[in-house]
């Protein structure tokens, strides 16, 4: 089985249903199908072979949408650029997949000068926008005119590479990420476990689609008829207006978005009536933050854990387990990323992948037909990473007697004051109940004594007044006292990936010095 399938799908059972609905227009999987096939006819055209890399950078569009098949189709391999990259990890990935093509819009147009300047090689550069191409190829004028007649078009194998996709960068530069179609065909599968996708089903990509975040589920949408609605770039408020506008019914958000759209002022003002299901996800959830979500939005959540490597996901805590009974506990299963979906085998271990008891902590390990082939180029990485057959993922986790899989702290996060195990998110759940506090992040700073202590970056909500002084005053009455942060750094936003998660090593530059608590 492989990847191309799920449209096929779609385009034999689902002809007349909508596959993409905008403001102004609608398109039917059938007109979708022919238009994917003159794409792919159009890679060929390029002269572009099976396993070369065509490089995406693209705000949410129909035209992602169609080159991720294209590129099947035609058996080129498409490497999604983060659309919050600087130039030079743009040029890095491209250089370092290889890419033939790059494929541009409107917003990342004016970079391509300083792209081919950096990556001479690079032979095509394809826009994808509206107006002039400028020196690019027009890819919507060639796409109109290409004929798919003219080749044949050979199925891609269960092993054959369907994407590269490069990772933040954060360990040590971006490593491309070799998913086949058998990886993500499985995963395909397992999202369609925890979507909630009932027929009707018109899913928002507000989550950037070059992240397996939102594109995780455009797979399983395809099987089944659904209709795709686009967001160019997450805004809270346009988020909301979409829901309302189009009757959307399903959509992922990370918990950053979630903040966004239920503290927003005009939030009331809108119905979501239509929503069946919020998938979250990326990042921790703050309960607080859970709590008014499911209070503020009439839906049911679900939560999934996971990473590029394994397609993404790993586990799912599904809608029934979303009680908010007995929070108090250690292990609530409403703080638990939940189970591991079928498919997929979960190990807690030890430094020498040793399964340690329930209830301690140690490293999620993880197997399936979702795991990455890989990091390209990178055989040293995969022998650390991919050793004895299994996932090793850095995040830091435990079972509860239920198999109730919760992620405390990635390796790097976790903070040892005095030699005591600090786990980020806990810190972070209680500071985040502060009416004051907007978005929060905590990390470890430098301390002669202790080896390290805790400082919490703080943004505040707008008119809210808050002193460090208060804040860890509010720690000190709710958390054990090695908990607690040592200094607060108050900012006006954190930084944030291409997906919204808040990127720690960032803050660790600029806030993690022992003498740099300023703002």
């Not at 933040?168 to 909630?196: C, F, I, Q």
């Amino acid at each position: 089985m492989n990847l191309t399938y799920c449209l096929r799908r779609a385009c034999t059972l689902f002809p007349n249903h909508v596959a993409i609905r905008d403001a102004e227009s609608t398109c039917t999987y059938a007109e979708f199908g022919r238009r994917v096939h003159r794409s792919a006819a159009l890679l060929r055209d390029l002269g572009l072979e099976k396993g070369d890399r065509v490089s995406a950078l693209l705000l949410n569009s129909p035209e992602y949408f169609e080159l991720y098949y294209s590129t099947l189709f035609s058996g080129t391999v498409i490497v999604p650029l983060n659309t919050r990259w600087n130039v030079a990890d743009i040029a890095f990935s491209i250089r370092d997949s290889g890419s033939r093509a790059l494929v541009v819009d409107a917003k990342f147009a004016p970079l391509v000068p300083e792209i081919r300047t950096a990556v001479p090689e690079l032979e095509f550069v394809l826009f994808a926008g509206a107006g002039d191409a400028a020196g690019m190829i027009p890819y919507n004028t060639r796409v109109n005119s290409a004929d798919p007649q003219k080749y044949s078009w050979q199925e891609p194998a269960e092993d054959d590479l369907a994407g590269l996709f490069y990772t933040s960068g954060t360990t040590g530069g971006p490593k491309g990420v070799m998913l086949s179609h058998r990886n993500m065909y499985a995963n395909t599968l397992h999202g369609m476990l925890v979507l909630d996708l009932q027929p009707g089903a018109v899913w928002l990509h507000s989550a950037p689609m070059f992240h397996l975040a939102d594109l995780s589920s455009l797979h399983s949408l395809s099987l089944l008829g659904a209709e795709h609605v686009f967001l160019p770039t997450f805004d809270a408020e346009e988020t909301l207006r979409l829901i309302e506008r189009h009757g959307v019914t399903n959509l992922v958000l990370v918990p950053t978005m979630i903040n966004m759209v239920v503290n927003h002022p005009n939030f009331r003002n809108y119905n979501l009536k239509t929503l069946r299901r919020v998938l979250y996800g990326a990042s921790p959830m703050p309960l607080p933050l859970l709590e008014k979500a499911m209070a503020e939005i009439p839906c049911s959540f679900a939560q999934g854990y996971g990473m590029t490597e394994a397609s993404p996901l790993i586990t799912a805590l599904q809608w029934a387990d979303h009680k908010l009974e007995n929070t108090d506990r250690k292990f609530a299963p409403v703080k638990s990323a939940g189970k591991p979906v079928i498919g997929v085998e979960v190990r807690i271990v030890d430094d020498y992948d040793v399964d340690v008891p329930v209830g301690e902590v140690g490293e999620v390990i993880a197997r399936g037909a979702n795991v990455m082939q890989g990091y390209w180029n990178r055989p040293e990485v995969n022998k650390e990473v991919l050793r004895n057959g299994w996932l090793h993922t850095g995040d830091l986790g435990a079972f509860d007697e239920e198999g109730f899989v919760y992620i405390l702290d990635r390796k790097k996060d976790m903070i040892k004051p005095g030699g005591e195990n600090v786990y980020t998110p806990e810190i972070e759940s209680a500071i985040m109940a502060h009416a004051a506090v907007l978005e929060i992040a905590v990390i470890g700073v430098p301390h002669e004594k202790w080896g390290e202590t805790i400082r919490a970056v703080v943004t505040r909500r707008e008119g809210a007044s808050l002193t460090e002084n208060e804040l860890i005053e509010w720690c000190r009455s709710r958390l054990t006292h090695f908990k607690c942060p040592t200094s607060v750094v108050f900012v006006e936003a954190l930084p944030k990936g291409g997906t919204g998660k808040v990127q720690k090593n960032i803050l660790r530059d600029q806030y993690g010095a022992a003498s740099s608590a300023t703002a």
